[in-house]
């Protein structure tokens, strides 16, 4: 199905703000050739024009403090629940701890809880084959790492393939008005940023300031130390295990994420909590995962089987 351009740049346009807009036309997208919409992908494009505002705000400790606490924050909120529990359900929690970490996640501005689960879970049906839409093997290093994101072919949310999620009307809300979180966060930013202006001026922030490193700044670092996964997780590192795919593992990039790095562990065996197989494997996401079990905030932690790293494979 072929929309007309003009139709097809106003339903891209008003996606900027709700995500299931025109989903049934675009229901169709994917038979379409994998491009990037470009209108689709003017706020994408916006966020990393917006880290050049360091170049006139300057800086402060205060703002990169800021930055890093909401890139760490954030990180674990991608890996600890937009992955290992929405994903991939390797832990339990209430239905009120679930909403919150939805919203902290949806802060990172990497789209809705639900679009998230959806496109992980095809991933490791497809892993690094043809219909994998963030493989290295099958498109190249840029569209594995960011170009897939920009494409509506990868747009839609298929909710049938994520029913035990879109039972939850309220993350069924923030997964179809997915810019919402992360513009409150970048206008509170700026309000905060201001009243520190005032009431503490030894710090030397202002608000645009903290705008442009807590927000522009963390969240594109926070994206490009996502996709690492997409792309660079399967392209350097070791494999410790025979998969179908080319995961592998690496000490870097298990740090730049908390502990997503150990990849293929987790394609060996995805079911676990814990991607760091080995005491020595850090995995920082699954340290905070745990210490919240001791509160009773999250439980039922799925742990790594004996015979799985061992080597034995079990889906």
């Not at 832990?91 to 009120?96: G, H, N």
């Not at 997503?260 to 814990?274: A, I, L, P």
Request: proline share 4%; glycine share 8%; charged share 15%.
């Amino acid at each position: 199905m072929t929309l007309n351009p003009i139709r097809a740049a106003l339903i891209s346009f008003v996606q900027w703000f709700d995500a299931d807009y025109g989903n049934q036309e675009l229901a169709a997208a994917k038979d379409r050739p994998e491009r990037v919409d470009w209108v689709r992908c003017i706020p994408f494009l916006a966020l990393h024009i917006g880290c050049l505002g360091i170049f006139v705000t300057g800086w402060s400790w205060t703002a990169v403090f800021i930055a890093a606490l909401l890139y760490f924050v954030r990180m674990f909120a991608i890996t600890g629940f937009y992955h290992r529990y929405f994903s991939h359900r390797t832990f339990q929690t209430s239905r009120f701890m679930q909403f919150m970490f939805a919203v902290l996640g949806g802060s990172a501005a990497q789209r809705g809880p639900l679009w998230w689960a959806y496109q992980h879970r095809h991933h490791h049906k497809h892993s690094d084959h043809e219909s994998d839409p963030h493989s290295p093997k099958q498109h190249g290093f840029w569209w594995a790492h960011v170009g897939w994101i920009t494409s509506s072919h990868n747009f839609p949310t298929d909710y049938t393939r994520v029913k035990d999620l879109a039972k939850y009307p309220e993350l069924v809300f923030l997964n179809r008005f997915d810019a919402l979180v992360p513009f409150v966060l970048a206008f509170s930013l700026f309000v905060l940023g201001g009243i520190l202006q005032n009431v503490a001026p030894e710090l030397g922030v202002t608000g645009g300031q903290l705008l442009v490193w807590g927000f522009f700044v963390s969240t594109t670092l926070l994206f490009h130390g996502t996709s690492s996964i997409n792309s660079l997780a399967h392209l350097i590192g070791k494999k410790r295990f025979t998969t179908t795919d080319d995961s592998r593992n690496s000490l870097l990039l298990a740090l730049v994420t908390l502990g997503e790095g150990w990849h293929n562990n987790h394609h060996h065996y995805m079911h676990s909590t814990r991607q760091g197989f080995f005491w020595w494997e850090i995995d920082i996401t699954f340290y905070v995962l745990k210490t919240l079990s001791w509160f009773g905030l999250i439980w039922e932690l799925k742990p790594v089987p004996q015979e799985v790293r061992r080597g034995v494979s079990r889906k």
